[in-house]
């Protein structure tokens, strides 16, 4: 939407981790459970449904995937994580992060590596 007001662009966002967060989309298992199947084209798969509801429903930014590393589990989002190896994390979001960002092929962009760094940055232990 660019036709407001103050003609500044609507940025309408969502939450994305375990599908979108909105009652008609597909929701899937934890990120963690993802992670478990060390199925990187199983996860890819599950970006590009994500993006493709985001975009059908209106969504021009969806926070997703976190790409966070599981070392504590008494951190209360260890369930967001892919698992504890920075090396099996980085293989299942090879397909997922590039594709998500443009699930529908087309130059409208749907941004979804903004929580990335937000995670890395915020989340790292002191």
Not at 8 to 27: Q, W
Not at 28 to 35: M, S
Not at 85 to 102: C, F
């Amino acid at each position: 939407m660019t036709q407001t007001r103050l003609g500044i662009p609507v940025d309408f966002s969502n939450e994305g981790i375990r599908g979108l967060a909105h009652y008609k989309t597909t929701n899937f298992p934890v990120q963690l459970g993802l992670g478990a199947t060390w199925d990187p084209e199983l996860i890819h798969r599950v970006g590009q449904v994500t993006g493709r509801e985001a975009r059908a429903l209106g969504y021009t930014n969806v926070y997703s995937p976190v790409v966070d590393l599981a070392r504590d589990p008494r951190w209360g989002r260890v369930m967001d994580c892919y698992g504890e190896d920075p090396y099996h994390v980085g293989e299942s979001l090879s397909l997922s992060a590039t594709v998500t960002s443009n699930s529908d092929g087309d130059s409208n962009r749907l941004c979804m590596q903004r929580q990335l760094y937000l995670h890395n940055l915020s989340y790292q232990p002191s």
